[in-house]
């Protein structure tokens, strides 16, 4: 039987669609498993002899194999550490008849998963027992993320989460900071509160890193992004059997946390069956996963963070009082990035800086016209909303200096802010206004064009202008350079 090459499929949580690879001597075995797990979505390569399933092996991403005994070309337990080296997370389930269990069970202790019988059991329960391998292996690789993430957090401590390290100028940030660095080292609950993008996880990273708990684990949950009917089991995990689909126990998010910090991000979503479950967890130290009759004790420090006006949740009857008086031990504000604009000079350049590290690419920097078009818009994503600007424009731009022609048309044209600074009062005795109009325009003109020396194609893109209407605009206004003042 021929080897073919194995594509690559995009992977997900699911266990559908899985990539099998299927490895028994027997035809009848193999074509019984082809036809009824193919049916149910999975993609599967067949071979009857070791060397092809292992040119199979390494020809692409394998999530599973189902190894038959016996072989007659190889010792099934070094085909098993061929497939372990090469898929280091992949299971292995072993399908074996009565006369060889013996060889089945030294597979087991070599690491396999799982054994299925010969004659096979109805296809049902070897979907049940591939899913449940499936789930096994989403769960270890979860925790293998989560454990890397947390180790090369660890070593960011120094840098990016140290206080010192984060950009905040300002003397609302400067604040901020001092509370944070007071709140890192004890262990209270905290609830940040500000706008989408003030840099909310930032901080709960810098007190979690900051504090006795740094060298265990941080696990962030977006409390909005999770669908409500899965939310209660990502938090407290479930027992096998609790509600349909739910094939293995699982825990939760915060049994992963234990010894560690847990960060709620987007708390004030939480559904309302959801945050009495979460008030007890406050209260008590202890959660129960969904479907059991038993209780687990956690030791979690909490941070909340969210963008909803908790008190007016509270009186609307949307959020629970006593929950929110639980997490509002230690209250931290964020303030929005428009009302710290003094920030933006020091944060586009941090940006700047780690897009052209991060991107290969080599901006010099940010014209001064630039830089204040940056700092007149209002930015309502806040930091991250900036951050992502001078991304997207290290990216397009590639090297040399950011003008105002390299900005987005938002922060250009925002003439809504900018228009507000000039209000012209009609006196008792009225105005002629073509006159005040002509004399508006070619002010305006002329600032542009004097800002820009006179670089046409930087003034057009400040007045939000073609830069061949504001050519046709200077002759017919006949509009010339100021002369150089004489001493």
Known sequence: ??????????????????????LDADEATRKLLERHLTASGHILHLADRAEEALSLMASGPLDMLLLGLPLSDADPLE????????????????????????????????????????????????????????EYRRLSRERFMLNRENQ???????????????????????????????????????LILGESGTGKELIARAIHYNSPRRNHLLVAVNCSAI?????????????????????????????MADGGTIFL???????????????????????????????????????????????????ERRFR???????????????????????????????????????????????????????????????RELEHTLERVVVMKGNGEIGPADLPERIRFSGDNRAKRFRIEIPEDGIFFTEIVRDFENDLILQALERTRWNKNQAAALLGLNRTTLVEKIKKKRLRPSPPSRP
Do not use: C
Not at 172 to 182: D, I, S, T, W, Y
């Open 1 to 22: 039987m021929a080897a073919a090459s194995i594509g690559h499929p995009d992977f997900s949580d699911s266990p559908h669609p899985l990539n099998l690879l299927v």
């Open 79 to 134: 085909v098993m550490r061929s497939f372990q080296e090469r898929h280091r997370d992949g299971q292995i389930l072993i399908v074996s008849d009565q006369a060889h269990v013996e060889l089945a069970v030294k597979a087991l202790q070599a690491g396999a998963f799982d054994v299925l019988l010969k004659p096979l059991e109805p296809i049902d329960r070897i979907q049940r027992r591939i899913a449940i391998a499936a």
């Open 152 to 190: 090369t957090l660890r070593g960011q401590v120094k840098t990016k989460y140290r206080f010192d390290g984060i950009i905040a100028p300002s003397q609302a940030m400067q604040g901020v900071l001092r509370q944070v660095e007071k709140v890192a080292e004890a262990d209270s609950t905290v």
């Open 227 to 255: 669908p409500a009917t899965l939310l209660e089991s990502e938090l407290f995990g479930h027992v096998k059997g609790a509600f349909t689909g739910a094939i293995n126990s699982r825990i939760g998010r915060f049994q």
């Open 265 to 315: 991000d987007e708390i004030g979503d939480m559904p309302q069956n959801l945050q009495v479950r979460l008030l007890r967890v406050l209260q008590e130290h202890e959660i129960s996963p969904v479907g059991a009759g038993r209780t687990v004790k956690v030791n979690v420090r909490v941070i909340a963070a969210t963008n909803v006006d908790l008190d007016a949740a509270v009186r």
């Open 321 to 383: 009082e006593d929950l929110y008086y639980r997490l509002n031990v230690i209250p931290i504000v964020l303030p929005p990035l428009r009302e710290r604009p003094e920030e933006i000079r020091a944060l586009a350049s941090h940006f700047l800086e780690i897009h052209n590290a991060d991107k290969g690419k080599a901006v010099k920097g940010i014209a001064e016209s630039a830089l204040e078009l940056l700092e007149a818009y209002d930015w309502p994503g806040n930091v």
